[in-house]
């Protein structure tokens, strides 16, 4: 059977990692393993092309887990779960900030795991062959890719569902509970204010064309753009 994809767990309690594998690759999925964040970001370095999402736990000897996040971010935007201890909405909040995608606090039961994982997998591994025209952005959802003005823009994971999401409603008034369901799942407990910080990135990545994303005061936001096709 073909794998669904190379999960890459990262976490220092050897127990936690034979546990997860063992329920990962019964579910069909490929395991690489790293018990410290040294060793991870090695073979994260040589294996980056391979790996389909990571699951990355914060408290880690040698380099912690939220720093981790912060240097794959710098030249990828590949599926990151963070497993954390921590359940505070500050800490939350700051994940997603550094561009972690979603988050399961310990101790977690396997079937919820494999749901977060299978539900970022929806989103993330399946690739299809379309490419979406917005005025002068182009999204080519087969590479994931994201093109202004001729110009490559690098994203992370939950900003290019965003703006892929926005593209797709153009011109429609979206609450921002509605773009933290579609965005985040249902399952997603953290702060509103999520949605608000992630489309203050993504229209600064944008640069002048952060300006088709209009802020519907009270409400949410409108993508507005004269012309939008599918190829």
Known sequence: MDSKGMIF??????????????????????????EDGEEAEEIFYQKNTEIDLILLDVMMPKKD?????????????VPIIMLTAKGEEYDQLEYFRKGADDFISKPFSLEL???????????????????????????????????????????????????????????????????LNAIWGFQYFGDIRTVDTHVKQLR??????????KTVHGIGYRFEVQDVSIH
Request: charge should be neutral.
């Open 9 to 34: 767990l990262v976490d220092d309690e050897q127990r936690i990692r034979r546990m997860v594998s063992d329920y990962l690759r019964l579910n069909g999925y490929t395991v690489l393993e790293a």
């Open 65 to 77: 887990g939220f720093h981790l996040l912060k240097d794959i971010r710098k030249v990828s935007s």
């Open 113 to 179: 795991l494999l749901a977060h994982i299978d539900a970022v997998g929806k989103r993330c591994f399946q690739k299809g062959r379309e490419q979406w025209i917005a005025g002068d952005i182009c999204v080519e959802t087969e590479q994931r890719k994201v093109m202004v003005e001729g110009e490559a823009v690098e994203l992370t994971p939950k900003e290019y569902e965003l703006l892929l999401y926005f593209i797709k409603n153009k011109g429609i008034v979206v609450e921002r509970e509605t773009i």
């Open 204 to 213: 600064a990545k944008l640069s002048d064309h952060g300006k088709y994303i």
